[in-house]
């Protein structure tokens, strides 16, 4: 696909198969190589967009923005392929974009998979530690961030999968460094969205690798929880990248979940 100029920036995505609409919305600090397991296991029977967000992979970037910015450069990206609803996937910090997109533009979103994620906002300690995020990746680059970071995606039991970490690094170490600064202070000030689950009505989906140490199984039960029309999956032998760990189970899953929302 070429690019496409959404509200003075240029986007690269990925749009593949036919039918309603998914938009996968990547994580932190990733790019939208991320879901190429969810065009496979997708695209037989939905139209798959994955854009790269402002500013990662080969999208442009733009001197400051915050999650808002995220969120309505999607719902532009939706208008200007004229497209009016979209089921949506967000994995971690694309699940914060979700939860805003479902929050500010719920008319667009037929369902919502929520992955790896979670609806609290950063407290006091996480925002200060995003302080020294933006900070060290503006004086050293993306290659500290990637360091620090590696540890925490994955489950033990996928620690040694060397393909993985390489595939992960790749994504972490191409990242602009002045987007990851970016992003550290969007995600720092991006509110908390639980108390506007119980008014997120549409089918939902929550899932969780059993050993993710970023945004944990509690995180993921108390967003079902309170989410009114939502469930739980948890995936064994994942962290933090579930749908790249064990993509089978994950995309079975979402495959499944989708189908009962489409027809519903
Ligand atoms: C992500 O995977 O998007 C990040 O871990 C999110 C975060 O740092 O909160």
Redesign the pocket.
């Known amino acids: 696909m070429p690019p496409i100029d959404v509200r003075g920036h240029s986007l690269m995505y990925d749009d593949t198969g036919d039918g309603e609409v998914v938009l996968c919305i990547h ?2 600090p990733f790019n939208r190589s991320m879901w190429d397991e969810a065009r496979m296991a997708l695209a037989s029977r939905y139209r798959v967009l994955s854009p790269d967000l402002r500013g990662f992979g080969e999208s442009s970037g733009s001197d400051s923005w915050t999650l808002d910015d995220q969120a309505n450069d999607l719902i532009e990206l939706l208008d200007r392929l004229g497209i009016d609803r979209a089921a949506v996937l967000g ?4 699940g914060y974009i979700a939860l805003n997109l479902a929050r500010r533009y719920p008319e667009h979103l037929w369902a919502m998979v929520l992955i790896d994620t979670k609806a609290t906002a950063d407290n006091y300690e996480a925002k200060q530690n995003r302080l020294k995020t933006a900070e060290t990746a503006l004086r050293e680059g993306a290659a500290p961030i990637a360091a620090q970071m590696l540890p925490k995606l994955l489950s033990p039991a996928n620690a040694d999968d060397q393909r993985l970490v390489e595939r992960l690094n790749s994504m972490m170490l191409t990242t602009n460094p002045k987007t990851i600064a970016n992003a550290a202070h969007a ?1 720092a000030s991006r509110p908390d969205s639980t108390q506007y689950l119980s008014t997120m009505a549409m089918p939902s989906l929550v899932i969780v690798g059993n050993d993710d140490q ?1 945004t944990t199984p509690h995180d993921a039960h108390a967003m079902v929880n309170a989410l009114p029309n939502s469930s739980l999956v948890t995936i064994p032998a994942a962290g ?1 990248m579930s749908v790249l760990e064990q993509p089978e189970i994950a995309y079975g899953a979402i495959r499944a979940f989708l189908e009962q929302a489409h027809n519903a």
Do not use: E, P, T, Y
């Open positions: 994580g932190f994995l971690s910090m694309g995600m970023i933090h």
